[in-house]
């Protein structure tokens, strides 16, 4: 594709529930991020990956987050038993891996009600 | 650890006035710094990297590793300015983390 895409663009769910969201990176980018914006925190870091490893997981807030990613394209985020203050817009981005530029995806917009 | 601190959550000047929004780092290494620019209900674009030293619709920033700073600069602020601004740093060598600031909204008014 020409850009990085990210399923669903809206999501709202019940507390509790599980959720996955999902960013299809450009083509031959090796680094992939994922970020959390939320009003007043700016762009929070969760974990990047290069290649289907990923080196920095400091990011994810507690054990009810995970991330994967298959063939070095395709990464899902999992959020188990979502809470109310997981209620932000979860961004996407990859990155050529000696370029340092990172191209976003629009986000998804996660509603916990 | 990597951080990056942008002093100010908002900014508002008037059109035709300077502008400079604040971005100060912690990296015990050689980053690399950029600037990222989020327009309204448009997706995060990169507006600069210090590495190409260009300017970008008017903007400048100069990476001064003494201050550890990388502030973004315009001499006269546009309308079409308005938008949120986060400052960013890339680790080098083999670690490809990329980390942003709060990021400053920057407001320019008629």
């Known amino acids: 594709g020409a850009g990085v895409s990210q399923s669903p663009s809206n999501k709202v769910t019940e507390k509790g529930k599980d959720v996955e969201l999902r960013c299809d990176p450009i083509?031959?980018?090796?680094?992939l991020y994922w970020y959390r914006q939320s009003l007043g925190q700016g762009l929070e870091f969760l974990i990047y990956?290069?290649?289907?490893?990923?080196?920095?997981k400091s990011g994810l807030p507690s054990d009810r987050f995970s991330a994967e990613r298959t063939g070095g394209s395709v990464s899902t985020l999992t959020i188990q038993r979502t809470q109310q203050e997981d209620s932000a817009v979860y961004l996407c981005?990859?990155?050529?891996?000696?370029?340092?530029?990172?191209?976003f995806g629009q986000g998804t917009r996660l509603t916990v009600v | 650890a990597q951080r990056v601190t942008q002093p100010e959550k908002l900014l508002s000047v008037f059109k035709g006035a300077p502008v400079e929004l604040k971005c100060n780092y912690s990296?015990?290494?050689?980053?690399?710094l950029f600037w990222y620019v989020q327009y309204s209900r448009q997706r995060l674009q990169l507006l600069l990297r210090?590495?190409s030293r260009e300017s970008i619709k008017g903007f400048t920033a100069d990476l001064n590793k003494g201050e550890t700073s990388f502030h973004l600069k315009k001499p006269f602020a546009q309308e079409e300015d308005s938008a949120m601004y986060y400052c960013?740093?890339?680790?080098?060598?083999?670690?490809?983390?990329?980390?942003f600031g709060k990021g400053t909204l920057l407001t320019v008014n008629p």
């Open positions: 990956f290069q290649g289907n490893s990923a080196p920095d």
């Open positions: 960013a740093l890339k680790a080098g060598g083999s670690n490809y983390k990329l980390t």
């Open positions: 083509s031959g980018h090796t680094a």
């Open positions: 981005a990859s990155s050529l891996a000696l370029s340092g530029e990172a191209f």
């Open positions: 210090h590495i």
């Open positions: 990296y015990s290494g050689s980053p690399e």
